[in-house]
């Protein structure tokens, strides 16, 4: 992403506290975690941190240990996630369990994990904001493990009577959840009004939606060159995709029958991955869910008419463009 070079350097700074904070911990618990972030990413949070931050008139200086903590906890859950749903690919190479089993990336994510709460906890700002901090952190991250769990628990149980209020209910915490906090975080650093917290974490939570949904989309059309993860995955993971929930709300009996079939088998053979393709395209399912990502990102660039004209705002514009028009 380019729009937002005048954060550059503020991104540079969490990388490194990242990785020189990770390398004082022992390189038999910590040693995968510093090539696994080295792998890049979006670090579409951390942005949204500083940009909400300055948009709301504060200094990107203040949030670099804030914006490096939520960016560490996203890659616990990566870790965790790609465990749970047996991925091969992140980023474009092999999956840390794939790489090193199951018991060594498990521990690893664990290890993340209480890094980023020591480094939060230790935070040096004022007790009382610290606290309010926390609390935001706290609940935000229950929420995406919450969102995963119960993800979790319709593959488990079999569901495919999946409601798209349901859908919609998980993601907002498994996936928008995190979005909300950076942009909470940025702008409760910056010290901003009760009003413009809760417009920016609602900005941030819509075009996490959408960000999933088109996630979703890719992992059916996209060029693995450019997604990085493998195109299919989600059918062979059995996921309960928006496309799918709208599918099955609409397919007839034979349809609905062998959609479920092939998401139930697991298969990873291309030919199944096709036909359930070929079911989801058939009830327009795909054009549906990203008509539905544009429409929240619509939503999403109304709620930020709290903000002054700025090069911040503009550059929130852009990211919520960019979420619906990315191939990656």
Known sequence: MHFYPHITKYLSQVETLMETGLSTQDERVYGLLIPFLKR???????????????????????VVEPASIIELFHNFTLVHDDIEDDSQFRRGEPTLHVSYGIPMALNSGDALYTFLWERLVSLKIDPDMLL???????RSFKRVVDGQG?????????????TE??????????????MGLSCEIGAFVAKANSGTLA??????????????????????????????KEIGGDISEGKRTLM???????????????????????????????V???ILNKYDSITYAKNISNELI?????????????????????IADYVVKRES
């Open 150 to 162: 119960v993800e979790l628990s319709w593959i488990k149980n079999g569901r495919f009577d999946i």
């Open 165 to 178: 209020e349901e859908y919609l209910t998980m993601i907002n915490g498994k996936t928008s959840a995190l």
């Open 132 to 138: 309010q901090m926390q609390k935001l952190y706290a």
């Open 298 to 318: 619509a939503d999403a660039k109304l709620g930020l008419s709290c903000l002054k004209p700025s090069v911040d705002k503009d550059a929130l514009l852009a």
């Open 276 to 278: 359930a393709i070929h």
């Open 199 to 228: 417009a920016l974490r609602d900005y941030g939570e819509k075009i996490g939606t959408a960000f999933q949904v088109q996630d979703d989309v890719l992992n059916i059309t996209g060029n693995f060159d450019k997604y990085k």
């Open 244 to 274: 799918v929930v709208h599918c099955l709300e609409r397919a007839d009996n034979s349809d609905k029958k062998k959609l479920i079939e092939v998401l139930s088998s697991h298969s990873k053979k291309q030919g199944d991955i096709n």
């Open 40 to 62: 890049g990413g979006k670090r579409i949070r951390p942005s949204l941190c500083f940009i909400c931050c300055g948009a709301v008139g504060g200094r990107y200086g203040d």
